[in-house]
């Protein structure tokens, strides 16, 4: 984090404001967003979404994008992974940071765009379907967001661990994840794209028609796999 002071990282408002005027007061500089991000810090400090989309220049018209991890829904599995990822919260709160963050970035015109990993060390179908959970909650109180799945690689203080393989550790709850995220996708881009596509009427038409069926014949190619191999697609 950002010139972070604090052992329990609270963000440093402050130095994270200069930052982001500094950026903004470059010459030529019309527009920016922030890469990646965390989500405990958004909760810990809602003013400070606030005054980053000021400087920023959001509004209704113009969304700004950030790519948090949120890695699990599953509150026991960030305590046996990452407690430290919660932090200035306990991990017994995780999901309802997550949560308050996407309310939070929402209502500020933040648009999330969050990695989940499958196939963490130690996690049990109940972890996935823990987060099969909170995908659905946030789904649920209409907040926009886009949220993909991306498989466990073992780095840093996870080297000695194995990487999962997709195809040989697939299971049922682990395919149900991955088939709402997606689905969740096609929702998204039947929202945004109207407000973001800015090109003439008939490109605007094909990026939508590509995007929105496109979407959705994957998604058929899904089910019809995820059929082929004995999974239940649990309808939400």
Not at 84 to 102: D, G, M
Not at 115 to 125: A, N, R, S, V
Request: hydrophobic share 45%.
């Amino acid at each position: 984090m950002y010139k972070v002071e604090s052992k329990e990282l609270y963000p440093n408002r402050e130095a994270i404001e200069e930052l982001f005027s500094f950026i903004m007061n470059i010459e030529g500089v019309k527009k920016a967003n922030p890469t990646h991000g965390s989500l405990a810090p958004i909760v810990a400090d809602p003013e400070l979404i606030t005054s980053l989309t000021k400087i920023l220049g959001g509004n209704k018209n113009n969304w700004i994008g950030i790519q948090p991890g949120f890695e699990t829904g599953s509150n026991i599995l960030i305590e046996k992974t990452m407690p430290r990822k919660a932090l200035p919260f306990s991990p017994s709160e995780w999901e309802n940071v997550v949560f308050n963050a996407v309310k939070i970035l929402n209502e500020n015109y933040w648009l999330p765009a969050m990695t989940l990993i499958i196939g963490l060390p130690k996690e049990t179908e109940e972890d996935v379907i823990d987060t099969i959970n909170l995908v659905k909650r946030l789904e649920n109180a209409g907040f926009l967001f886009i949220v993909a799945p991306l498989a466990f690689v073992p780095l840093a203080a996870w080297r000695n661990e194995q990487f999962f393989d997709v195809e040989k550790e697939i299971d049922e709850a682990r395919f149900n994840l991955i088939y709402y995220c997606w689905r969740h996708t096609i929702i998204e881009i039947d929202r945004l794209l109207p407000r973001l596509t800015s090109v003439g009427p008939f490109m605007k038409y094909m990026i939508n028609f590509i995007a929105k069926f496109g979407s959705r014949a994957m998604l058929k190619r899904m089910e019809k796999w995820g059929k082929k191999q004995g999974y239940k697609i649990t309808r939400l």
